[in-house]
């Protein structure tokens, strides 16, 4: 009777997918360790710095919002993320620590009780617990900045930093 039993269409099915369905994790699993030997994970794993790991993984969900300041042009702010052209913030949608200026500046709050300037006639002012530090664009040939150090002797009180252009040629 045993035999009857076995030899219908329907236990060879069942007998079939019981195999199939230890088998096909089995070989999935052959494969994995041999992926993990062949290409040595476990000293991957040991050399590997989470530190690094760490930041990449916070670099998935956050990001950076770049404030730019064009001194080529009207000398214009721009807040984008990331610094990309087609994700910037309107005027009145940037985010609350960058507060607008009466003089078309805007002031940049930054952790620790610093903060960043940008005023209207090109002055960008740097301020932290400790000084206070301006930078000013002065037109002349060569377009320097001067970057006015608060703690200078009276010999020296500015350091001039020219600005590189591309000529077409």
């Given at each position: 009777m045993m035999a009857i039993l076995d030899a219908h269409p329907a236990h060879r099915l069942i007998g079939r997918k019981r195999f199939f369905s230890?088998?096909?994790?089995?070989?999935?699993?052959?494969?994995?360790?041999?992926?993990?030997?062949?290409?040595?994970?476990?000293?991957?794993?040991?050399?590997?710095?989470?530190?690094?790991?760490?930041?990449?993984?916070?670099?998935?969900?956050?990001y950076k919002i770049h404030v730019t300041r064009d001194n080529r042009g009207d000398g214009g702010t721009e807040a984008s993320v990331e610094g990309m052209r087609n994700a910037t913030f309107t005027a009145g949608n940037e985010p609350d620590w960058i507060k607008a200026r009466a003089d078309g500046g805007r002031e940049i709050a930054l952790s620790d009780g610093n903060f960043v300037t940008f005023s209207g006639d090109g002055l960008v002012t740097l301020t932290t617990p400790e000084a206070s530090y301006d930078i000013r664009p002065v037109s002349t040939g060569s377009r320097p900045i001067f970057l006015t150090h608060p703690r200078a002797s009276a010999s020296r009180t500015s350091v001039s930093v020219p600005i590189c252009r591309r000529e077409r040629g």
């Open positions: 230890l088998a096909v994790p089995a070989v999935v699993l052959a494969y994995l360790i041999y992926v993990a030997m062949a290409f040595d994970i476990a000293g991957l794993a040991g050399r590997a710095r989470w530190d690094n790991g760490a930041a990449l993984l916070q670099d998935f969900w956050s």
